[in-house]
């Protein structure tokens, strides 16, 4: 009975094993994109990423490195001012959020807004 608990324990634990490797997806795939309107602390961090990719060309230039910060600034800068400016309306009335969102830079996303 106990070394058909164990048996049983045993093949419960490989098969979580292997159900946790396959929901892990592989490090070389893109991050996915974020919603539409974030909460503001993911906005707030995804925004820090943002800034940082922006202000990361590479001195003196490199064509690997530039591809690397150019996908990481579409990652993090796409949509981004949609975000802010629907953040900016949803905390409208707190002045200390409103004053935290003011203080953003607009216009840095590097896709045009869909018409």
Partial sequence: MV???LR?????VAHAGLLAACATPPASAPAPKPPA????P???ERRGMCDHFRGEVPDPPDPERMRDVLTQIDVYCT???????ALKTRYRDDPEVSKRLGQFETGIDPKPPKP
């Fill in 42 to 44: 993911a906005f707030l």
């Fill in 37 to 40: 309107i974030l909460d503001l």
């Fill in 8 to 12: 049983f324990l045993a093949l419960a």
């Fill in 79 to 85: 949509g981004i001012d949609e975000q802010l400016a």
């Fill in 3 to 5: 070394t058909e608990r």
